[in-house]
Every structure is written in structure tokens, then in C-alpha cells.
């Protein structure tokens, strides 16, 4: 199995949509999991509908599903990813979180975003934005208007990162609580951009992913492959 997240994909990096690209085209797993933030914006499944970056990008998945197993877990930037976009594409959408059973062991699969307690302004955005009638009232608008207000939140969050704003992580006690309600040893998460892997007491662990960008010195074009023994490696693809 392999995981990936954090690509943020975006018409303006077609550097890294280009690896992502050829990474789809040759991963070789048994089933691949994307465990959020495939992109930088989603506005709503319709922009899959025409001629376009999204349209491309549903292309590419669409060929992936037809391999192998394609299971996508939404992030805080692609949330609005719906049924509609899965069942164009054939990948299958994933709670968060989800316990996933490889071999015999258990991994709890999250974006991670719902862990960072302490980020309380992002957690009462995610609570909106998350609302079904929020949502339900944002895609009844016109296509470009999502598109103009997605534009504006990722400024936003780009002046945010220029003016050195330090993010939370994950908290410790959160994950631990998660990892025994769901009786799994290792979390798999994405979203802090950490790529590491921290032992939380003496028997349960979270690895993180890294993210991916193809600008980078050097680039961040990361997999991760958790084999059925139990084997945790990361695959560079740069």
C-alpha cells in the first residue's frame, strides 16, 4: 500500500502536477491512498466537468482507478471533494478518520487536521465550513464566484505564511486517544508538512507525510509504502 498528501495541486505549479502526473501513472502498489490536500482549492465537483486544471487532474485519477485500488480522504483544501468526482473518477471516498486493516495489523488514517487542538481559529473554520448547510449554500453559487472566494482565502493564507505565522501540530494526548478508541497501534496523517515519525508512549506511534512540491532545493516528491508485514518506508520520487 502507499499513501500520499499535501500536493496542493494548483494551475500554477505544473512542476509538481507533472511528478504527481507520472507517480499515478507507475506506482505499482497493491491500492493508494490519498489522505487529503490533493489540492490546493476544490470549489465543487462541477469544475471537473470542463475543459480545464480540475478536469486534467480527474483524468489522472480516473486512470489510476482503473489499476488499482484509489481511496481519497479529504483535507482542509479539498473538502468539498463529493460523490460526484468520485464516481467520475471510480476512487472511493474515506471517513475521517478510517481504520484501515493490512495483514494483520490495524493503521488509523487521518488528514490530521481535526488533531491540531490548538489552532482554534482553523478548527472554528473547519466547523463552518464542514456544516452541511454551509456547504449546500456555497456550491448553490456560480462557479466563478467560488472560484473568486477560494482565490481570496488562499491569499489569505499565503500572507498568513509570509508573516511567519508558526502552525500547530498534532496534539499527543488527541492522537493517543484516537489511536485507542479505533484499537490501532500507528496513525498515518498528513497536514502539518512535518514528514517524521514520533513515538507517542511505548506501544503506539503516528507517522507523518511529507508534502510535495517539484520547486523545492531540493524538491519534496515523497510516497510513503507500508508493506504486509508491517514495513514503513518512504519512496522519493524526485
Not at 499515478?24 to 491500492?31: F, Y
Request: charged letters at 25%; glycine letters at 6%.
Amino acid at each position: 500500500m502507499e499513501f500520499i498528501s499535501d500536493l496542493h495541486l494548483q494551475a500554477a505549479e505544473p512542476s509538481t502536477f507533472e511528478a504527481w502526473r507520472r507517480y499515478m501513472a507507475n506506482v505499482g502498489a497493491d491500492a493508494l491512498f490519498i489522505l487529503g490536500d490533493l489540492f490546493e482549492a476544490w470549489v465543487g465537483d462541477d469544475v471537473a466537468q470542463q475543459a480545464g486544471f480540475e478536469a486534467d487532474c480527474a483524468a489522472v485519477l480516473r486512470a489510476t482507478a482503473q489499476r488499482l485500488p484509489l481511496f481519497f480522504l479529504v483535507g482542509n483544501r479539498d473538502f468539498l471533494v463529493g460523490v460526484g468526482l468520485a464516481q467520475a473518477t471510480g476512487m472511493t471516498l474515506v471517513d475521517d478518520p478510517t481504520v484501515f486493516t493490512f495483514g494483520d495489523r490495524r493503521w488509523l488514517l487521518s488528514h490530521g487536521d481535526a488533531l491540531c487542538i490548538d489552532d482554534h481559529a482553523y478548527l472554528a473554520f473547519r466547523a463552518q465550513v464542514r456544516d452541511a448547510r454551509w456547504q449546500q449554500q456555497f456550491l448553490a453559487q456560480p462557479l466563478a464566484t467560488r472560484q473568486a472566494m477560494a482565490r481570496s482565502v488562499r491569499n489569505e493564507s499565503e500572507q498568513l505564511k509570509q508573516g511567519g505565522r508558526d502552525y500547530a501540530d498534532v496534539d499527543t494526548a488527541t492522537a493517543l486517544q484516537w489511536l485507542a478508541a479505533a484499537d490501532a497501534p500507528v496513525l498515518v496523517h498528513g497536514h502539518t508538512h512535518r514528514p517524521r515519525e514520533h513515538e507517542l508512549d511505548g506501544t503506539h506511534r503516528r507517522i507523518v507525510l511529507s508534502d510535495w512540491d517539484a520547486n523545492a532545493v531540493p524538491p519534496r516528491l515523497e510516497a510513503l509504502r507500508i508493506t504486509r508485514e508491517g514495513d514503513v518506508r518512504r519512496i522519493g520520487l524526485a
